[in-house]
Every structure is written in structure tokens, then in C-alpha cells.
């Protein structure tokens, strides 16, 4: 089961930070995307325009070699005895290089670099494999070979002559053949003589040439232009609609303001950032009291009106930094600077009373989180659990009592919880390993002393935490539903001890067993309850059903036709706890009950002992007798309380004047001493205190809680 509950919570925590990941907008990567794809772009126009530009001049180059070296040829092949004139007839400008290096013909202006490098044909077969010698022109080096057997471009110098040359008006019969310059390169032909054939190749710049690059350029430009341009609109539509989405997503659109998972997200982030534990935060649970009473009264739409209101008053009040988010119904969320607990309690009292203009009340639970003290300014802050520290403030807040107030966290809230899930664990084992005992409290008749009935009250013996009190787990099992499981444990127990005491001969006295509210959603109780004690084979006329009066303010017809039903079955029913707080005369009109509880306040307080209580007690007891009902007075404590009962016709007291909860085996001595043959044979009589003596009271419910371990 523990490690399902660990699955389910961290399956719940990793939803909650993709939940988290919604608020960043992640605009650096969109941006990041746009550089790339632009730097891109750039890259690839350029690398068009030099690949393009490059396949046209090493094919110029290619096409110029191939005529001089046809040209060398027919020179060495019948022609050499003329001398240098078929070159000297050439289109050319070249120089005629001995083995030694020295120039024995040249013709035109020799402009080539002692520098220079071999040049690998592009466009030749791999069989046929040739390397030529190359030379950059001194004059426009923008065509020169490099070191590895290729041709590099002065692509920035080519532009800028090529710009020069076409706003110029040199060159004009260059330009008339549709050409806007000429680029030199020096290259070298070997000849059978031992001799070397240096000739000056041009590479012309055409102005077709040149266009149609600019054109593919362009092209190219506009169409990654539209693209890059689409991808703008793209991001700019996507960073509006996540913006919208985010501010949906943040945003409680019937008051319009941040919601929970807007405070989630900020507070996260506030808290776990760098330096934050220098800083001291508080959670506060801010809670509109009167929230649900106010829609009544006006309306829903008024509410959320005034919930508008509230917050953004709230806003107002709280300083830079500060979170601030309508986290339920009635209740704000809020994250506020902490310096110690009496300024946040004044700034809380401060901020309660500008919103309680009106009659409004408001009540506040803080959850504080001091700076940690000494870290470094770079610390983050660990262990920061936002659900977790806030649903602590929401505990401090449902700790108050009252309808307005403030409360701070304790460490009691969490013992208390533990407590409740340890009781919660092991209730089934409990009952299951009968840990639970019953207790009997004697009921006496105030005149004659006598023993007249007993309530069964329940303790817990456990192995592992000891002897415990009902106030230490019967409010647990009242919130968990468990306490239904216990009416059934406790009703079984003292049928089958009334049972026993019948057939050891005793003198049974009928025994109230307490049935819980929790019980009437059941269609079928009188029937449960009757099958419980004839499965036991106590007569049912020893087993009281005792309904408390706050029971009788759910269903009322429901418990009307229980009560019949227990009644025609031949239970006797009693209301407890009558007047606790909830009296109400209507339901002892419509109640067929047997029998009154007067709860234990009416004997208690400053009123107590007066005329004006000894009148109410007194018109309380003849009221129950008027309707047929016997009373019993629980609570009693002192002699004199006995004798007034007495004097006023209380048919049974219940309370530390005559005993108080003991065991079984103890009441079996009670209920022998308190038969009457017995009694009269004996001269055993329950003997009351003496008047001159208080007598020392020490109720099992006054004691403290205690801290339990957890299982």
C-alpha cells in the first residue's frame, strides 16, 4: 500500500512540473532558430555564388589551357624552326622560360608572380591525371592557385572591381563585347625542347555571367526572405497564442485572477531562486469566513463581485515581491515577506481590517519559512514543498475556532495528523485483535442508592500505545466513518457480557450503548441492531439505545421511524447530551423516547448552584416525567447535587459521586452489591462522601493529549 501511495505522489509531482514548465516562454530558442536559419542562409547564397562563379572559371581556365597547349603542339611538330612566330601571331600575352629559369622570348607585359603553385585540371580523366604550373597576375591577383591543387577567388576584391569597371568608363572595348573585365592567371605549359611556355590566360567577367548570378542570388534572397519572414509571422502568432493560453491557463476567469497553478509556478520559481534563502517567506491561508452566508444573502454573482474586490485590494496591500492568487472558493493564497511572527501578525491584523469594511471577517493560518541564516547569497533555498507549506497554513487557518483570527503553525498540527493516520492504519487490527474494552458506568437512583443501570463506554488497550482514552481516538473515527464499525464492536460486547452476567445467576440492570448519527444513512438499522443482540441471546429489554442530540437535527423522519422500529422491538432509546447546546423542544414533542440525559453542563458553571439552575434542572426533570420519560442526571459530582436530584424525583445519576467507568469485572461486583436481596442480606449499601469533604475529582477527559508515534 505504501509503495502504491509513493507511486501516486511522485506520478502526481511529475504532472505537477510539467504543469510548471507551461509558464516559461521559451522566446530564446525561437530566436536562437531565426540566427541559425538566417546564418544558414547567408552560407548557403554565398557558397552558391562560389561554386557557381568557381565552375566558371576553372572551365575558362580548362578551355584556355586546352587552345594553348593544341597551340604548343603544332609548334614542336613542324613549326619550331620559324621561332617564336606562331606565338607571336597569338592572342597572347607570354614569355618563353629556359631550363635555368631565364627568359628567352617574351612578347607583351610579363605581370606574373615568381609564386606559384601547381594547379589540378577539374575536368580531366582520372587516367589522364595533369598538374599544371601556375602563377597568381602581380596586377589583379583575384584568380591564384593554393597550395592544394585548386583555384581560390578574391571573391570581396572581384566584387569591388567588378563594381569599379562597370561605373567606370575604361575598358570600352572590353565593354562592348558585353564584358566587364578580364581576370589574369599566368600558366605554364612544358615543351619537348626542355623549355617552359608561361602564357597569361584570361578569365572574362561577363555581364550575362554576372547577371545571372545576381539573378539566383536573388532568387534565393527573396525566397529564404519569405521564408524567414513567414517564420517571424509563425512566431510572432504562436508567442500571442501561447500568451493567451498561459494567461488561461494562470488565471481564475470568474473574479479575474491568479489562480493556484499561477501560484504554484511563481512561488516555485520565487522560492528556488538564487539568494532566496537569504530572504525570509511566509505562506498565508487567507479565508473569507462569511463567503457562502454573503452569496445568500445577495447572490453568486455579488460574491464573486466582492471575491473580485478582495483580491484586488489584496494586491494593493501587499509589497514588491509578493505572490498573491485565489487558490479555492473563499480562500487566497498569499506569499509574503517574513521577519518575525509579531510583524506578520500586525501586517496580517492590518490587512484584515481594510477587507473586513462592511462586516466582512476573515480569518488567516501562516506557514513562516525564516531566512536561513548565514548562507551565502548564491543559496538556494532546499526542500521547498509549495502544496505541502501551504496546506500547513491551511491547518493553522482551520485551527481557528472563530470566524476571523490569525493562527501561526505548530508542530502539534503535524503530530496530530500522524496520530490520525496511525489510528487510521491500525483500526481494523484493533477491533479485529478485540483490543478495544468495554467500560461500565453505574447509573444509581439518587434516593435509595441502588443500583438501576449503566452506560458502556469504550477504551482502547493497546499493545503498542498503551491505555488510551476515547477524546484520543473516537473523533478520529467520527471523521474517518469508522466509528460505525465501533457501535457494532461495543453493542455485541455488552450483549454477550449481559448474556454472561444472566447466566451466572446476576441481577441485570439495562445497559445504554451509544449509537452514532453516522448510523441513520442506513435504511436497515433497527434491524442491524436487533440481530446483533438476539445473536448474542441478550434479552433486548437490558440493551438502551443511546441517540445523542445532535443526531435528532439530520433526518428527522428517519430517526423517528428508527426509534419505532427499536421500540416495537423492545429496546428502550434515550437522548443523550439534552441540553448540550442543541435542545430543542420540538424533539422531545415528536421523539417517542424512554428515556432524558441531562448532560453534565447543567450541573457545571457559575449558574450551577443558583436558583435559576435548580429552577431548570427542576422544570427539565418534571417535563421528561409529564411525558412518560425517566431522567437521568450525568456528571455528578458532589453530595449535595445527589440530594437536590433526589428531592426534585431524578430517577438516575450517572457520575463520580456514586463511581466512575470501570471494568467489567469491577461492575460485576457493583451489580452484586447492588441487588437488593443481596444488599438487605449483606448490608452492603453504596455509602456517599462525606458532606464536609469535597469530593477529589479526576476526569479521564481532562487529561492532555499526548504525542503517539506513528506507525
Known amino acids: 500500500m505504501k509503495n502504491k501511495d509513493d507511486k501516486a505522489r511522485k506520478k502526481l509531482e511529475k504532472t505537477r512540473k510539467r504543469f510548471l514548465k507551461l509558464r516559461k516562454n521559451h522566446a530564446w530558442v525561437t530566436v536562437l532558430m531565426f540566427l541559425i536559419i538566417s546564418f544558414v542562409a547567408a552560407i548557403s547564397v554565398t557558397m552558391f555564388a562560389a561554386v557557381f562563379t568557381g565552375f566558371s572559371v576553372n572551365a575558362t581556365i580548362e578551355n584556355q589551357y586546352e587552345a594553348k597547349k593544341m597551340l604548343a603542339d603544332i609548334y614542336e611538330g613542324g613549326v619550331a624552326s620559324e621561332g617564336y612566330k606562331l606565338f607571336d601571331e597569338a592572342d597572347m600575352d607570354y614569355f618563353i622560360r629556359s631550363e635555368n629559369g631565364d627568359i628567352i622570348h617574351s ?4 605581370t606574373c608572380s615568381e609564386q606559384g603553385a601547381f594547379y589540378d585540371m577539374p575536368y580531366t580523366d582520372e587516367d589522364d591525371r595533369q598538374y599544371i604550373l601556375m602563377y597568381p597576375d602581380t596586377q589583379y591577383s583575384v584568380i591564384f592557385p593554393d597550395e592544394n591543387g585548386g583555384v581560390d577567388i578574391d571573391f570581396m576584391k572581384l566584387a569591388q ?4 569597371n562597370i561605373s567606370s568608363d575604361e575598358n570600352k572595348e572590353v565593354k562592348s563585347r558585353e564584358i566587364i573585365m578580364e581576370l589574369p592567371v599566368w600558366m605554364t605549359i612544358d615543351l619537348s625542347s626542355g623549355e617552359d611556355l608561361v602564357f597569361k590566360a584570361v578569365v572574362p567577367i561577363k555581364e550575362g555571367s554576372v547577371t545571372l548570378v545576381l539573378i539566383m542570388v536573388g532568387f534565393m534572397a527573396v525566397l529564404i526572405g519569405v521564408i524567414l519572414l513567414l517564420m517571424i509571422v509563425h512566431t510572432i502568432i504562436a508567442a500571442v497564442d501561447q500568451g493567451r493560453v498561459n494567461k488561461l491557463f494562470y488565471t481564475d476567469i470568474k473574479i479575474n485572477a491568479n489562480n493556484w497553478m499561477w501560484f504554484i509556478a511563481h512561488a516555485d520559481h520565487r522560492l528556488n531562486m538564487f539568494g532566496s534563502a537569504k530572504k525570509g517567506f511566509a505562506f498565508v491561508d487567507l479565508e473569507f469566513t462569511g463567503y457562502r452566508r454573503y452569496c445568500a444573502c445577495r447572490s453568486i454573482r455579488d460574491g464573486e463581485m466582492k471575491l473580485s474586490e478582495i483580491y484586488t485590494k489584496l494586491r494593493s496591500l501587499l509589497s514588491g515581491g509578493e505572490l498573491c492568487a485565489h487558490s479555492a472558493e473563499d480562500r487566497f493564497a498569499l506569499l509574503m515577506y517574513y521577519d518575525s511572527e509579531e510583524d506578520m501578525r500586525k501586517r496580517l491584523e492590518g490587512i484584515i481590517s481594510s477587507l473586513g469594511e462592511g462586516g466582512t471577517q476573515f480569518r488567516a493560518g501562516v506557514y513562516p519559512l525564516p531566512a536561513v541564516r548565514g548562507a551565502g547569497y548564491l543559496t538556494r533555498r532546499r526542500n521547498v514543498d509549495i502544496e505541502r507549506d501551504y496546506n500547513n497554513a491551511c491547518a493553522a487557518c482551520s485551527s481557528i475556532a472563530s470566524a476571523s483570527g490569525i493562527a501561526f503553525y505548530d ?25 478495544f474494552v ?16 449503566a452506560e458502556a463506554l469504550i477504551r482502547w488497550d493497546s499493545p503498542v500505545y498503551g491505555f488510551l482514552s476515547p477524546y484520543k481516538f473516537i473523533p478520529i473515527f467520527e471523521k474517518n466513518g469508522f466509528v460505525t464499525e465501533i457501535d ?13 452476567w444472566l447466566d451466572m445467576g446476576l441481577k441485570c440492570v439495562p445497559v445504554s450503548v451509544n449509537v452514532s448519527r453516522a448510523h441513520f444513512i442506513e435504511p436497515d438499522l433497527a434491524e442491524q441492531i436487533r440481530d446483533t443482540v438476539d445473536r448474542e441471546g441478550a434479552p433486548r429489554e437490558l440493551i438502551e439505545i443511546e441517540l445523542t442530540e445532535s443526531a435528532f437535527f439530520d433526518d428527522k423522519n428517519a430517526i423517528i421511524n428508527v426509534i419505532n422500529k427499536l421500540k416495537s422491538y423492545g429496546f428502550k432509546v434515550s437522548m443523550d447530551d439534552f ?23 447543567f450541573f457545571r458553571g457559575k449558574e450551577a448552584g443558583t436558583d435559576r439552575g435548580a429552577i431548570v434542572v427542576g422544570e427539565a426533570i418534571k417535563l421528561a416525567k409529564s411525558l412518560n420519560m425517566l431522567t437521568v442526571a450525568e456528571g455528578i459530582e458532589e453530595r449535595k447535587q445527589v440530594e437536590f436530584l433526589a428531592e426534585q424525583g431524578c430517577d438516575m445519576i450517572q457520575g463520580y459521586a456514586f463511581a466512575k467507568p470501570m471494568t467489567g469485572a469491577d461492575y460485576e461486583e457493583r451489580m452484586i ?26 476526569r479521564e477527559d481532562d487529561e492532555q493529549p499526548k504525542t503517539f508515534p506513528a506507525v
Do not use: C
Open 673 to 698: 452489591e447492588g441487588r437488593s436481596e443481596l444488599a438487605e442480606d449483606r448490608g452492603v449499601k453504596v455509602q456517599l462522601p462525606p458532606e464536609k469533604e469535597p469530593i477529589p475529582i479526576k
Open 438 to 453: 468495554v467500560y461500565y458506568q453505574p447509573k444509581y437512583d439518587p434516593a435509595t442508592h441502588m443500583l438501576r443501570g
Open 411 to 435: 508542530e502539534k498540527f503535524v503530530e496530530e495528523q500522524r496520530w490520525e493516520d496511525t489510528v487510521a492504519q491500525v483500526q481494523q487490527i484493533a477491533v479485529d485483535g478485540e483490543e
Open 107 to 110: 612578347k607583351g607585359e610579363i
Open 579 to 601: 441540553g448540550s447546546g442543541y435542545s430543542s423542544l420540538n424533539s422531545l414533542k415528536d421523539m417517542p423516547l424512554d428515556v432524558l440525559k441531562l448532560d453534565a453542563d
Open 161 to 164: 572591381d567588378i563594381r569599379r
Open 488 to 500: 457494532h464492536y461495543m453493542l455485541t460486547h455488552v450483549a454477550r457480557d449481559q448474556k454472561r
